[in-house]
């Protein structure tokens, strides 16, 4: 089992940052990827940004790339600083993790999921 729990969510004008952390507990040694996905109002989870452990480095949607950077000390915490946002933004960010490999953007095979931190990004 994996326990993971979200922090650092928040309200900001769009054109701000927010960084957001995740602290994992139980059986790390396990967890093959573990990324950040938010659910914007009305629509689907979204993976938008992940890494994989081994592997050669965070990946990121492109709705993302060039905002959001992706960081990890271990498996233990993880970070996602949020540079320039805009209100598409907006939405609950949950961390999650998965066991097998494959396509980092497939939120089904994410089986482990915090809580969610609320991200609201006003205009």
């Known amino acids: 089992q994996v326990q993971l729990t979200e922090s650092g969510g928040g309200s900001v004008q769009a054109g701000g940052s927010l960084r957001l952390s995740c602290e994992a507990y139980?059986?790390?040694?396990?967890?093959?990827?573990m990324a950040w996905i938010r659910q914007a109002p009305g629509k689907d989870r979204e993976a938008v940004a992940a890494?994989?452990?081994?592997?050669?480095?965070p990946n990121y949607a492109g709705s993302v790339s060039g905002r959001f950077v992706l960081s990890q000390d271990n498996k233990r915490m993880m970070y996602l600083q949020m540079n320039d946002l805009n209100p598409e933004d907006t939405g609950i960010y949950y961390c999650?993790?998965?066991?097998?490999?494959?396509?980092?953007?497939?939120?089904?095979?994410?089986?482990?999921w915090g809580r969610g931190t609320q991200v609201t990004v006003n205009s």
């Open positions: 999650a993790a998965r066991l097998r490999r494959g396509t980092w953007t497939e939120v089904a095979q994410y089986v482990y």
């Open positions: 139980g059986n790390l040694y396990s967890i093959n990827y």
């Open positions: 890494i994989q452990s081994p592997g050669t480095g």
